[in-house]
């Protein structure tokens, strides 16, 4: 049994992490004990610089998956990786990309992946904009999105919404640095970053952290138009609606 937590619940409203999100900042999103029992590290892929994705990759698994919707997925030509999905939450991972550009070279490093993330989220991207295979995973989100699929796909792709943002998202999951052996110059084997660990490294880094259970709610609230967002539409607060 684990100790109780000694942090209270700490958690953002919808609300600021949305606010942040627009703002371009990152934002740690939890998803159910019951699931993955992890966090995230999300952004909006069309605020992805090299610093920020290099931030991303140093505090995460350093997989930079970028989820989009269906009809991207179709128009950009990235059919699923494999025909029978193994994976057991069905995440529903694309073939990879890189950005056909000539200031990418192999496809990996910050430069390269914030690049590949912000091409996939320009309007002027076409399916030609992209090598087949490279170093960023799409992920194709559920048309329903939470209230269909409680996963960090989907949540992306959401936060993208709510906030009039391009519905590309970039997401990676948080790890745990490890602890050192004593006596020994190694580190113990880093788990997944789980939720008392994701309240202090938003705290740490001044991040919004808040739940995917929250958003359902809230997503849910916005669909009876309960919270004074009907119809999908959330003030930005400097051009309107999106």
Known sequence: MQPPSTLPKGFDSIESTIQAFRAGEFIVVLDSQDRE?????????????????????????????APITSRLAATMELPQMVVDNEDPNRT???ISIDANDETVTT??????RALTCR????????AASFRRPGHVF?????????????GHTEAAVEFCRLAGKAKVGV????????????????????GMMRRDACLEFGKKWGLKVCTIEDLVEYVEKEKN??????????????????
């Open 37 to 65: 029992n992890e966090g995230d590290l999300i952004i909006a892929a069309q605020d992805v610089t090299t610093e920020k994705m290099a931030f991303m990759v140093r505090h995460t698994s350093g997989l930079i998956c």
């Open 92 to 94: 529903a991972y694309t």
């Open 107 to 112: 496809g990996i490093s910050a430069h390269d």
């Open 119 to 126: 091409t996939l989220a320009s309007a002027k991207a076409t």
């Open 138 to 150: 799409p992920l194709r989100a559920r048309d329903g999105g939470v209230l269909e699929r409680t």
């Open 171 to 190: 997401i990676c999951e948080m790890v745990e640095d490890g602890e050192p052996v004593p006596g020994q110059a190694v580190m113990r084997e880093p």
């Open 225 to 242: 138009g309960l919270n004074g967002h009907a119809n999908g539409m959330v003030a930005n607060g400097v051009n309107g609606y999106h």
